[in-house]
């Protein structure tokens, strides 16, 4: 790897994306609101227009009934509420799930993925067939570190047959392909801003009206009593604010996908036995996990960074670690690759340069 240069990539979307300049403008006029929307004054009353405007144009963007959307302070809460918030006791969780969803439901049985990353439909039939009891099975919409997309409205299909709640995990697809509710077929889904170009602290939980949730955070009659606590005024606008780019800047994708896919053909070109996990499956435009055989990923990590590089190798939530990757290991990935797997994650202002300095500085 090449010595470090004064142009600085950062290539970690998945983490976090950077700030949009139209959303960091929404955000800063509405930290200068006063007043709680709870509050019936005239202060107040603006401060909830905000909020509600808000929530409706979320919800729009996913399919979602805005009078069933709550927001949350991001998108482990809404997971946490979504496991934990229905009267289900038996969970099926997917072997690739975020660790907000894991922890969760740390005794939740797993569904097994195949080594393309895919969720094993019949064996998730199975499993809910053996139940005696109405499950909830909670699967990602696409997975954060290898992009892999999960046939969601398959998975709802045959849960729905056993009678089974569904939440899908939809953080990392917003604004890198179609989501709507309906057109997948589940009872809850979580969504959240700063994936892309949003601000952090700020997420949702849409819920399907043949659904119901008890609120975990108590204390305040807020988000129609399913999360107490004085809403985010300036998140919530910030995230309705990010809605608005995404939908109007829809040749995004094509443009990442196209620097993703030249991202990968340089990685080849030069490192013949370079892997890309999940390639052979349906990804995500923006997300490429990429083994360099016989360099540790935090070598890589450290050695881009110097560089001028960010990337990452696993979940930005694991306190800042470098830990094996267990999306891999349920891939049936071999440990030593796994370790030597790093997340390359692209967005809405990667460029060119970046690419090129990225593959200069990582070969």
């Not at 089974?164 to 995990?169: I, K, P, R």
Request: one cysteine or more.
């Amino acid at each position: 790897m090449k010595k470090a240069n004064n142009q600085p990539s950062y290539l970690d979307y998945n983490a976090s994306a950077p700030l949009r300049p139209a959303v960091a403008e929404a955000v800063k006029k509405t930290l200068l609101l006063v007043g709680n929307p709870s509050s019936v004054h005239t202060y107040g009353r603006i401060a909830r227009a905000q909020i509600e405007d808000a929530r409706d144009l979320v919800a729009d963007t996913i399919g979602a009934d805005p009078a069933r959307l709550v927001f949350t302070s991001g998108g482990t809460e809404a997971n946490n509420l979504a496991i934990t918030g229905t009267d289900r006791k038996i969970h099926l969780v997917s072997d690739i799930e975020h660790d907000s969803v894991l922890a969760a439901s740390p005794k939740a049985l797993r569904i097994p993925v195949d080594q393309a990353g895919i969720v094993n439909l019949p064996v998730l039939d199975a499993m809910l067939t053996r139940q005696n009891l109405p499950a909830l099975v909670s699967v990602m919409l696409a997975n954060n570190e290898t992009g892999v997309i999960q046939p969601v409205a398959r998975i709802a299909s045959v849960a729905h047959s056993h009678n089974a709640l569904v939440h899908c995990d939809a953080v990392q697809a917003l604004g890198k392909l179609p989501v709507d509710m309906a057109a997948l077929g589940v009872d809850l889904i979580t969504v959240s801003a700063h994936k892309i170009g949003g601000p952090k602290g700020i997420g949702a939980l849409a819920i399907h009206p043949r659904t119901e949730i008890g609120a975990q955070l108590v204390g305040g009659g807020q988000e129609s009593r399913r999360r107490a606590g004085t809403e985010n005024v300036s998140g919530a606008v910030g995230f309705a604010e990010t809605c608005l780019e995404i939908n109007k800047n829809r040749d995004e994708i094509d443009r990442i996908l196209y620097l993703r896919n030249r991202l990968e053909e340089q990685l080849i070109s030069e490192v013949p036995d370079i892997e890309i996990h999940g390639r052979g499956s349906p990804r995500l435009v923006n997300t490429s996990c990429v083994r360099l055989v016989g360099m540790p990923a935090e070598t890589q990590i450290i050695a881009l960074d110097l560089a001028g590089v960010a990337v990452s190798a696993g979940a930005a939530c694991s306190s800042g670690k470098v830990a094996s990757s267990h999306v891999l290991r349920a891939m049936g990935i071999e440990p030593i690759a796994a370790d030597e797997s790093i997340r390359v994650s692209l967005g809405w202002a990667t460029t060119e340069k970046e690419i090129e300095h990225a593959t200069n500085a990582w070969l």
